[in-house]
């Protein structure tokens, strides 16, 4: 239980100095009223932050903090002496042996208060007096590693918060990308142009966790599933945002999509081989780039199928050349009556929602979805 | 359980002196700190405009280009003769592990699948991206990375699945079937095999589960004598990271994967009782002591270089997220299973000014020259992005080449001969042992922590051996060594005094 205990180590540190500087404060001005109690409460969350990266008290005001670990990992917090992050993080890093025994909290004038090391799901109640010195006091995660991004500040002002610069230019927070937002030009850098044709393999919403996406001439994208192998959904407008994504570890991010969905699978493979009613076995075998854009290979009951998918030729919408090696027998392509794109084909009879193609028509056959 | 504190018996009036006298202190002395000495030199590699890079794999084609993965999607080609950077692939989902099969052909370990790319028609790009396996679950948990591959000797290929993190649920549409019983717990495996090992056999085309047990094993490699090894971290189940040798059909000790084992269905694998399932797992070759030595031990690779780099050929090199380390491993077989010891190769964290090497070090490569490179990464951890490249500069580092268990004690033997007088048996040489609980919490403290009487120290007439005798010798614990003022015949203190053999079994 790491519950309303500070170290007492620095406890005694902290009572040691708090009686010096309470006889310091009594001489001085024996009738000073002091300012009321503040509580205030820091999560450690996701992504090595704390959810909280600054707070202002007045000077010499009780403090009641506590900081609740809400992530998957061990944390800390120490408050140091002023611009003193930096010289405490290094000496937590040289503690080797006694770093885990002393809460990774090194013996330094420039510790003020630190809660211990607390496990995910617990918490730390650190009860000090704010210094006397009007100031910018660091607060960091001294666990190994953590430091270098994990800090805040807790100013002491008699003006309390309004000795806060606005957040984007405090140069006391760190400037953390996880916080204050990937910029749309950051979250498309790659070391390749991106304009399309581009794909990603990414989380998707309303797919797969194994799904390819596709942005193609034309502002038209689509969703390609693995799972099923087949498309998803096309939208048409902007490509894709990863930005969500490319933060890592933080929860279960998607990209998002930009632009409108003009066309939504029900998620199931669109064709037959011979029986129209008994779905084949497919396997995803992945694709060759063709001008930049993928031709999906796949196999149905061991049949190699490809696949290409272009902007369809007029309007907004795909189209999907499919070649088959060598069908036995009749292939179909199924569309669902809930799709909301006008279907053609190539080669067949269609017979309600179902394309019926000879062997001989299945070799090479073009399916063109448009809004 | 509450953490203990030095002082935490002391009344207040002497926790007010004691406080003083170490302010004191702090204020009139550095801590100790000492040199890398010249023997190993970081330098860093610049990545190109519009690369993140945030590295997850590293290898060397036979041309001596690096190839790099990269989280973003980007497979990356460096040659280190004109420093130029090529894109050889795209678009790829969290990448996290590479091998290069030759110029034109690397396999990537993405989040979905094992990836072919080849270069089809030798313009430096691939053209073919195809799947060689995909037979395995996704919840859509943003944890359950996959790692690999390391090619077995006869042409095998091992990946390792991550499991899901509780911090974050199942997703509607799945990959694979789900079973309930893997959702519980901190870290879950809810789809298959999540948390094994796995094989994948070429003529068979077929992925197997190969040994489960695991929580994040980020890191495969195999050995000279062709034994497989994988690193993991500590959290649930783990008091603290681990190096495992991993055999066939074992289970390594994270519960939640035995869902995907054959005969537990319908088994709560965290209602299993603790000892049964401590009765059930194979123990670590070596353990990781965590916030000492490591937090997050990454890739783990074998020096082939023929002493290209440095006098430590054969031994296991592993990279460090946390600290801006590299560890190094010293394995050896005793009654039948590996165990060994590890201290650190490169430690910049003790450096007096400079920092050297990053944090983050999550992939290690050596290059045709016998240099090595590190790619480091942080994406949400603790860590940094970039690459580096270690050389060795041809100096002899004073180290424990190798420490190895005998029936009394231990036997170090020295990269070179040492003064025999600065091996004062009351104080060179100290022993601390302790062990790390196998329980469902997260990580361990270390539980009795004793010091180990040393009874006797003997030092061969050539200097670079010292056998070390001691009070007594309990398997299943860490021992901890830490030597004091050791030197070198040629003056230069021992530059990484600080080794952790895992004791599993005694010297028959």
Same mark, same amino acid.
């Given at each position: 239980?790491?519950?309303?205990?500070?170290?007492?180590?620095? &406890?005694?540190?902290?009572?040691?100095?708090?009686a010096?500087?309470?006889?310091?404060?009594?001489?001085?001005?024996?009738?000073a009223?002091?300012?009321?109690?503040?509580?205030?409460?820091?999560?450690?969350?996701?992504?090595?932050?704390?959810?909280?990266?600054?707070?202002?008290?007045?000077p010499?005001q009780?403090?009641?903090? *506590?900081?609740?670990?809400?992530?998957?990992?061990?944390?800390?917090?120490?408050?140091?002496?002023?611009?003193?992050r930096?010289?405490?993080?290094?000496?937590?890093?040289?503690?080797?042996?006694? !770093?885990?025994?002393?809460?990774?909290?090194?013996?330094?004038?420039d510790?003020?208060?630190?809660?211990?090391?607390?496990?995910?799901?617990?918490?730390?109640?650190?009860?000090?007096?704010?210094?006397?010195?009007?100031?910018?006091?660091?607060?960091?995660?001294t666990?190994?590693g953590?430091?270098?991004?994990?800090?805040?500040?807790?100013?002491?002002?008699?003006?309390?918060?309004?000795?806060?610069?606005?957040?984007?230019?405090?140069?006391?927070?760190?400037?953390?990308?996880?916080?204050?937002?990937?910029?749309?030009?950051?979250?498309?850098?790659?070391?390749?142009?991106?304009?399309?044709?581009?794909?990603? *393999?990414?989380?998707?919403?309303?797919?797969?966790?194994?799904?390819?996406?596709?942005?193609?001439? !034309?502002?038209?994208?689509?969703?390609?599933?693995?799972?099923?192998?087949?498309? *998803?959904?096309? &939208?048409?407008?902007?490509f894709?945002?990863?930005?969500?994504?490319?933060?890592?570890?933080?929860?279960?991010?998607r990209?998002?999509?930009?632009?409108?969905?003009?066309?939504?699978?029900?998620?199931?493979?669109p064709?037959?081989?011979?029986?129209?009613?008994?779905?084949?076995?497919?396997?995803?075998?992945?694709? *060759?780039?063709?001008?930049g854009?993928?031709?999906?290979?796949?196999?149905?009951?061991?049949?190699?199928?490809?696949?290409?998918?272009?902007?369809?030729?007029?309007?907004?919408?795909?189209?999907?050349?499919?070649?088959?090696?060598?069908?036995?027998?009749?292939?179909?392509f199924?569309?669902?009556?809930?799709?909301?794109?006008?279907?053609?084909?190539?080669?067949?009879? &269609?017979?309600?929602?179902?394309?019926?193609?000879?062997?001989?028509?299945?070799?090479?056959?073009t399916?063109?979805?448009?809004? | 359980?509450?953490?203990?504190?030095?002082f935490?018996?002391?009344?207040?009036?002497?926790?007010?002196? #004691?406080?003083?006298?170490? #302010?004191?202190?702090?204020?009139?002395?550095?801590?100790?700190?000492?040199?890398?000495?010249?023997?190993?030199?970081?330098?860093?590699?610049?990545?190109?405009? $519009?690369?993140?890079p %945030?590295?997850?794999?590293?290898?060397?084609?036979?041309?001596?280009?690096?190839?790099?993965?990269?989280h =973003?999607?980007?497979?990356?080609?460096?040659?280190?003769?004109?420093?130029?950077?090529?894109?050889?692939?795209?678009g790829?989902?969290?990448?996290?592990? @590479?091998?290069?099969?030759?110029?034109?052909?690397?396999?990537?370990?993405?989040?979905?699948?094992l990836?072919?790319?080849?270069? +089809?028609?030798?313009?430096?790009?691939?053209?073919? /991206?195809?799947?060689?396996t995909?037979?395995?679950?996704?919840?859509?948990?943003?944890h359950e990375?996959?790692?690999?591959?390391?090619?077995?000797?006869?042409?095998?290929?091992?990946?390792?699945?991550?499991?899901?993190?509780?911090?974050?649920?199942?997703?509607?549409?799945?990959?694979?079937?789900?079973?309930?019983?893997?959702?519980?717990?901190?870290?879950?495996?809810?789809?298959? /095999?999540?948390?094994?090992?796995?094989?994948?056999?070429?003529?068979s085309?077929?992925?197997?589960?190969?040994?489960?047990?695991?929580?994040?094993?980020?890191?495969l @490699?195999?050995?000279?004598?062709?034994?497989?090894?994988?690193?993991?971290?500590?959290?649930?189940?783990?008091?603290?990271?681990?190096?495992?040798? #991993?055999?066939?059909?074992?289970?390594?000790?994270?519960?939640?994967?035995?869902?995907?084992?054959?005969?537990?269905?319908?088994?709560?694998?965290l209602?299993?009782?603790?000892? @049964?399932?401590? +009765?059930?797992?194979t123990?670590?070759?070596?353990?990781?002591?965590?916030?000492?030595?490591?937090?997050?031990? +990454?890739?783990?690779?074998?020096?082939?270089?023929?002493?290209?780099?440095?006098?430590?050929?054969?031994?296991?090199?592993?990279?460090?997220?946390?600290?801006?380390?590299?560890?190094?491993?010293?394995?050896?077989?005793?009654? $039948?299973?590996?165990?060994?010891?590890?201290?650190?190769?490169?430690d910049?964290?003790?450096?007096?000014?400079?920092?050297?090497?990053?944090? $983050?070090?999550n =992939?290690?490569?050596?290059?045709?020259?016998?240099?090595?490179?590190?790619?480091?990464?942080?994406?949400?951890?603790?860590?940094d992005?970039?690459?580096?490249?270690?050389?060795?500069?041809?100096?002899?580092?004073?180290?424990?080449e190798?420490?190895?268990?005998?029936?009394?004690?231990f036997?170090?033997?020295?990269?070179?001969?040492?003064?025999? %007088?600065?091996?004062?048996?009351?104080?060179?040489?100290?022993?601390? =042992?302790?062990? /790390?609980?196998?329980?469902?919490?997260?990580?361990?403290?270390?539980?009795?922590?004793?010091?180990?009487p040393?009874? %006797?120290?003997?030092?061969?007439?050539?200097?670079?051996? @010292?056998?070390?005798?001691?009070?007594?010798?309990?398997?299943?614990y860490?021992?901890?060594?830490?030597?004091?003022?050791?030197?070198?015949?040629?003056?230069?203190?021992?530059?990484?005094?600080?080794l952790?053999?895992?004791l599993?079994?005694?010297?028959?």
């Open positions: 239980m790491f519950n309303a205990h500070s170290s007492e180590r620095l &406890w005694g540190l902290g009572l040691g100095i708090l010096l500087g309470l006889l310091l404060v009594l001489r001085e001005s024996p009738d009223a002091s300012p009321p109690p503040k509580t205030i409460e820091i999560q450690a969350v996701a992504g090595l932050q704390y959810d909280r990266v600054r707070f202002a008290v007045q010499g009780e403090v009641e903090l *506590r900081l609740d670990n809400v992530s998957s990992l061990a944390h800390n917090l120490v408050i140091t002496d002023e611009g003193a930096e010289a405490v993080v290094a000496a937590a890093n040289r503690m080797g042996a006694e !770093g885990p025994e002393q809460e990774y909290v090194p013996d330094s004038g510790v003020l208060h630190f809660t211990p090391v607390i496990a995910p799901d617990s918490s730390a109640t650190l009860a000090f007096t704010a210094p006397e010195a009007a100031g910018v006091y660091p607060y960091v995660c666990y190994p953590h430091g270098v991004v994990m800090y805040g500040a807790m100013y002491v002002s008699p003006d309390g918060e309004a000795a806060m610069p606005p957040l984007e230019e405090d140069p006391h927070v760190p400037p953390d990308s996880l916080r204050v937002g990937t910029s749309a030009a950051a979250s498309a850098a790659h070391p390749y142009p991106t304009s399309p044709p581009i794909m990603y *393999r990414t989380f998707m919403p309303n797919s797969s966790p194994a799904t390819i996406a596709v942005g193609l001439e !034309g502002g038209v994208s689509y969703a390609f599933d693995t799972v099923p192998v087949t498309i *998803r959904y096309a &939208w048409s407008g902007g894709v945002d990863n930005s969500e994504v490319f933060k890592g570890h933080v929860a279960n991010q990209a998002t999509i930009e632009g409108d969905v003009f066309y939504r699978s029900d998620g199931q493979f064709l037959r081989i011979g029986d129209p009613g008994r779905p084949p076995n497919v396997e995803f075998e992945g694709y *060759r780039m063709v001008e854009r993928p031709e999906f290979r796949y196999t149905m009951d061991g049949l190699t199928v490809r696949e290409l998918i272009t902007p369809a030729p007029e309007g907004t919408g795909l189209q999907r050349k499919f070649q088959i090696e060598e069908p036995p027998q009749d292939i179909r199924v569309r669902r009556a809930a799709d909301s794109v006008r279907v053609e084909a190539t080669a067949g009879t &269609w017979a309600a929602d179902t394309l019926r193609l000879s062997p001989e028509e299945a070799r090479e056959f399916i063109t979805m448009t809004k | 359980m509450p953490k203990t504190h030095p935490s018996t002391m009344s207040r009036l002497s926790f007010f002196l #004691v406080a003083a006298v170490l #302010v004191v202190l702090a204020g009139c002395s550095e801590p100790p700190t000492q040199d890398d000495g010249p023997a190993y030199v970081v330098e860093t590699i610049d990545t190109p405009p $519009g690369l993140i %945030e590295v997850g794999g590293l290898d060397v084609m036979r041309d001596g280009r690096l190839v790099g993965v990269f =973003r999607g980007e497979v990356m080609i460096y040659d280190p003769e004109t420093q130029e950077w090529s894109v050889f692939a795209q790829l989902h969290d990448p996290l592990g @590479v091998k290069a099969v030759s110029n034109d052909e690397v396999l990537v370990t993405q989040r979905p699948e990836t072919r790319l080849t270069d +089809t028609d030798q313009d430096g790009k691939a053209e073919r /991206y195809d799947t060689v995909d037979d395995f679950g996704m919840s859509g948990n943003y990375f996959a790692f690999g591959p390391a090619e077995g000797p006869n042409g095998d290929l091992f990946i390792s699945l991550n499991t899901a993190s509780k911090f974050a649920g199942v997703w509607d549409i799945l990959r694979g079937p789900f079973d309930p019983e893997g959702r519980p717990g901190r870290m879950y495996a809810a789809v298959p /095999y999540r948390g094994w090992v796995m094989r994948y056999h070429p003529a085309d077929s992925l197997e589960p190969f040994a489960s047990g695991f929580r994040s094993p980020n890191g @490699v195999f050995d000279e004598e062709g034994r497989l090894f994988a690193t993991d971290n500590q959290g649930d189940w783990l008091g603290t990271s681990k190096l495992y040798h #991993v055999q066939q059909d074992n289970f390594y000790g994270h519960p939640q994967s035995l869902v995907w084992e054959d005969g537990f269905d319908d088994i709560q694998p209602d299993l009782p603790v000892p @049964v399932l401590n +009765t059930m797992r123990r670590a070759s070596v353990l990781f002591p965590q916030g000492i030595l490591a937090n997050s031990p +990454t890739q783990p690779v074998i020096d082939r270089t023929g002493g290209q780099f440095g006098p430590f050929e054969g031994q296991m090199l592993i990279g460090e997220m946390n600290h801006p380390r590299i560890l190094r491993v010293m394995l050896e077989e005793v009654d $039948g299973a590996m165990q060994g010891a590890v201290t650190t190769l490169i910049s964290s003790t450096a007096h000014e400079s920092r050297p090497l990053r944090i $983050g070090n =992939r290690l490569a050596f290059g045709s020259d016998g240099n090595l490179w590190v790619g480091q990464t942080d994406h949400g951890w603790p860590g992005q970039g690459l580096q490249r270690v050389r060795w500069a041809g100096g002899t580092p004073t180290e424990v190798e420490m190895s268990v005998t029936k009394d004690g036997n170090l033997h020295f990269t070179k001969p040492v003064r025999p %007088e600065t091996i004062r048996p009351d104080s060179a040489v100290q022993f601390t =042992r302790y062990y /790390y609980e196998y329980h469902q919490e997260y990580g361990s403290d270390r539980m009795d922590v004793q010091p180990v040393v009874t %006797e120290v003997e030092v061969s007439s050539d200097q670079r051996r @010292v056998a070390v005798a001691l009070d007594e010798l309990v398997p299943g860490v021992y901890q060594l830490d030597l004091h003022g050791v030197e070198a015949q040629d003056g230069t203190p021992i530059a990484h005094p600080t952790y053999y895992t599993n079994r005694l010297r028959q």
